[in-house]
Each structure stands twice: as C-alpha cells, then as structure tokens.
C-alpha cells in the first residue's frame, strides 16, 4: 500500500521511533497524519512541522475512553501504525507482577484494544477494494525467540506477534493488510542504557514504510533485524540460543 495519500495514525507519536514514524510519513506524502500521545502537548513541535497535515490526539492505549474518542476524530484513517509500547519489566524471575502485567497491558491487550477502537475506519476504507488499508503492528525480534534479561517484554511482544498473524487472518477478507514489524534495537529511550549497536529510529521508520509498499507481512527493519530474523527462519532454536546469550 502507497503512503503517498494515505491517512496515517501513529500512536506513541511524541518521541522515539513513533515520532521518527510519523516524520516519515510526511515525507512520503500522507495526506494527514494523526498523531496519538498520552500527554499531547509534546507533540507541539511535531504539529508545528505541517499544520495542516499534523492532528494531535490525546491516545492512551490503555484506555478504551480515550480509544474511543481518538476513533471519533479520526474516521478517515486508512494506515494504523500500533507503536506504543513499554519496556517495564526485565528478567520473568525477578520482575515484579505488576511491570510484566504493565508489558502486557501496553504491548499486547493495549495493541489490540487500539486496533478494534481504529477497526470501523479501517472497513470503511477497504470496502473500496484493496490496498487502500493496513495495519502495522511494531513488534521485535524478541516477538520471536525470548531474550531472558527482558523476559516479561520478550513475552508481551511474543503475545502481540501471536494476535498480529490472528487479525492477518481475521482482516484478510476485508482488504486489511495486516504488518509486524521484528526490529532490533533502536536509538531510543528504551534501551538507552543498554550498551549495544543500535539503529537510528529514522532508520527503522523508513524500513517500515518500504516494508508496507512492498506488501511484506513481516517486516525486517534494520541490520540487527535482517539477521535475526534470517536465523529464526533456518532455524528457531539458533535464535533462542542467540538471544540467550545477549545478542539482540
Ligand atoms: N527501542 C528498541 O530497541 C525497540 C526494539 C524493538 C521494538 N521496539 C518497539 O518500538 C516501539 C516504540 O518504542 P521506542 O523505542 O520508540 O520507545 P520509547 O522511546 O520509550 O517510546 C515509547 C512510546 O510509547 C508511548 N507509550 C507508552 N505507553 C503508552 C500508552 N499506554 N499509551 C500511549 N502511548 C504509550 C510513550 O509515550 P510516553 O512519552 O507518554 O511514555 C512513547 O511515545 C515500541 O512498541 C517498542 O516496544 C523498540
């Protein structure tokens, strides 16, 4: 599906791969970008960049009210980009409940709870026929093999590649495409601390937006990603056993 013209919603716009997100598809000519932040006064500057372009909305993915209210304002949506996410908790041993369930109530349900609010808009653009609505889910390459020093992240993204080949299936009648996108580590505040290679977030953002013209169901973004996602399909145990030892 083509960019160029299209209706884009980036939740999570405010910083980190998000904003780099929403940036990018301006640049490829989206019609209007919707922009979703739980605080949505810091997307001033990201507003200030096409005004008449750029539609802030307070999103918070948690939140069905503000789900809904965002769906109200954004009923010509075409292209949902579900990026928001959480990294709350580390190791599943030591973690506590509460930041595994914060990982999976961001990464997983608060996936889903956005993509059934943004759903209505979704139909009523691909009833005119394919190609004219998708839907991208940023996942990780820890979606795919566990990396155990983020365990309970690593089971929330696992979780949410599992509902993102469910809605493929479930959308594919409709004319929804349906995206994952398996990136590696990103120049973000995520992973500030931790000490490995990482890509630019506008790297990673113009590697989703190529992966969703080609049509490619999942999407590999970045260097790190490309060779991850390489090894789990040789071989899922070489990538379990990768990630057990800290790469990625
Ligand atoms: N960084 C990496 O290495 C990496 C690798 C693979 C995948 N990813 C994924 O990439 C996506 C973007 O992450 P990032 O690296 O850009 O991280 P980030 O810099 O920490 O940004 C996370 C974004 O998600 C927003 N967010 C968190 N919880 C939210 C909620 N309940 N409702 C709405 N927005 C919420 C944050 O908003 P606030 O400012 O309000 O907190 C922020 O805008 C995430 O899905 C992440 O899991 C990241």
């Known amino acids: 599906m083509k960019i160029n013209d299209a209706v884009v919603l980036v939740t999570g716009a405010n910083r980190g791969l998000g904003r780099a997100l929403a940036e990018a598809s301006l640049k490829a000519g989206a019609r209007r970008v919707y922009v979703g932040a739980r605080n949505p006064a810091q997307l001033e500057s990201l507003v200030a960049l096409a005004p008449t372009r750029v539609v802030p909305l307070a999103i918070d993915i948690t939140d069905a009210r503000s789900l809904a209210a965002a769906a109200e304002r954004a009923k010509d949506l075409t292209i949902l980009v579900n990026n928001a996410g959480v990294l709350a908790s580390q190791d599943v041993l ?6 595994i369930a914060q990982d999976f109530a961001t990464n997983t349900f ?6 059934k609010a943004f759903l209505p808009a979704l139909e009523r653009a691909a009833a005119a026929g ?14 795919l093999g566990n990396m155990p020093g983020l365990g309970g992240y690593s089971a929330s ?16 009648t409709k004319h929804i495409r349906v995206h994952g996108v398996f990136a590696g580590a990103i120049d973000t505040d995520m992973v500030r601390a931790m000490e490995m290679a990482k890509t630019s977030p506008e790297a990673v953002a113009q590697g989703i937006l190529d992966g969703v013209e080609r049509g490619i169901d999942d999407i590999a973004p970045d260097p790190m990603s490309r060779e991850l996602v390489a090894m789990y399909q040789r071989n899922p145990k070489d990538l379990e056993r990768a990630l057990s030892g800290g790469v990625g």
Do not use: M
């Not at 608060?110 to 993509?115: F, K, S």
């Not at 993204?157 to 594919?172: C, E, I, N």
């Open 94 to 99: 030591g973690s506590s409940p509460e930041a």
């Open 110 to 115: 608060g996936l889903l709870g956005a993509t």
């Open 130 to 143: 394919p190609e004219r609505a998708a839907i991208v889910n940023v996942l990780s390459v820890v979606s």
């Open 157 to 172: 993204k696992a979780a949410a590649h599992s509902l993102t080949q469910a809605l493929r299936a479930d959308l594919a």
